[in-house]
C-alpha cells in the first residue's frame, strides 16, 4: 500500500493506494482492500468516514462492475464518497483484480459539515459530497459520439454539477482527466481549450484506462472544488 499525507488550501488529507491480495472472489479482494485501508487509517484517528473520493479500479469489465457494487455495499450512510471505476489492465503490478485509491480529509473541527447528496433517483454512487469548504463530484462520462462531441458533454456536466453542489466553474481547484487509450491527448488538450477557461490555480490531473462504466465513453471526468459559499 503506497500513502502520502498533505495539505491542500488549508485542509489536510491522506491518500492510500493498494491493489487487493488475490482471492476467491472480487467481492472479498474488494473488501480486504477496504478493510486494510481502514486500519491504515485509524493509524491516524481517522475511518473509511473521513473519505471523499474513492477511484476503483477492475482488471477487466467484470473486475469493474463486481468491485463498484461491492464498495457501494461498504461505504454507506455518511461513509459515502465522490466516486469512479475504470477498467485497466496496465494498472496492476500483482495478480489482484481490484485496485483503489482512497482520499481521506481531516475534518476543520469536530462539526465540519459532511453532506453526501445522491442523484434522484439514486445511484450505486454519489452525485456530490460536501466536506468542509469543498466540493467533490463523482466521475462524469458521455456515451455519444466521438471525443469532439463528449468533451463538451462532459464538461457541460460538471458544470451543472458544480452549480447544484453550491460551487461555480471558477472555483473549481482539481480535475482528473481519464482517457481511452485508443485516444490522443494531444487531441482532448486541444478539444478542452475549446470550453471554458480554466482557473489558473486548477490543478489537472490526465490518466489513460481500458473501460468505463459504459461501452461508448472515451472520457471521465473528476472534479474537486470549493463551495461558492
Not at 489558473?200 to 465513453?217: I, P, R, T, W
Amino acid at each position: 500500500m503506497k500513502k502520502r499525507i498533505f495539505s491542500w488550501l488549508g485542509g489536510e488529507f491522506i491518500e492510500l493506494s493498494g491493489e487487493a491480495r488475490p482471492t476467491t472472489s472480487i467481492e472479498e479482494e474488494t473488501v480486504s482492500l477496504f478493510q486494510s485501508f481502514e486500519q491504515e487509517l485509524k493509524a491516524h484517528g481517522l475511518s473509511l468516514e473521513n473519505t471523499v473520493r474513492t477511484r476503483l479500479w477492475g482488471r477487466d469489465r467484470e473486475a469493474r462492475n463486481l468491485g463498484t457494487a461491492t464498495r457501494s455495499k461498504i461505504l454507506t450512510g455518511s461513509a459515502k464518497a465522490a466516486s469512479s471505476s475504470y477498467v485497466s489492465t496496465k494498472r496492476f503490478d500483482s495478480d489482484a483484480r481490484i485496485a483503489v485509491d482512497l482520499l481521506a480529509m481531516r475534518p476543520s473541527r469536530a462539526d465540519a459539515e459532511r453532506r453526501p447528496v445522491e442523484f434522484q433517483p439514486p445511484r450505486n454512487y454519489l452525485c456530490y459530497l460536501r466536506q468542509d469548504s469543498y466540493v467533490f463530484l463523482s466521475g462524469y462520462t458521455s456515451a455519444t459520439g466521438t471525443l469532439e462531441t463528449q468533451v463538451p458533454e462532459v464538461i457541460k456536466a460538471v458544470t451543472a454539477g458544480l452549480m447544484v453542489a453550491g460551487s461555480v466553474w471558477d472555483k473549481l481547484v482539481k480535475m482528473s482527466l481519464f482517457l481511452h487509450g485508443s485516444q490522443k491527448l494531444e487531441t482532448l488538450r486541444e478539444l478542452l481549450k475549446r470550453g471554458p477557461t480554466l482557473p489558473a490555480n486548477c490543478q489537472l490531473e490526465f490518466g489513460f484506462v481500458d473501460g468505463y462504466a459504459g461501452d461508448k465513453s472515451l472520457l471521465e471526468v473528476e472534479a474537486t472544488a470549493l463551495a461558492s459559499g
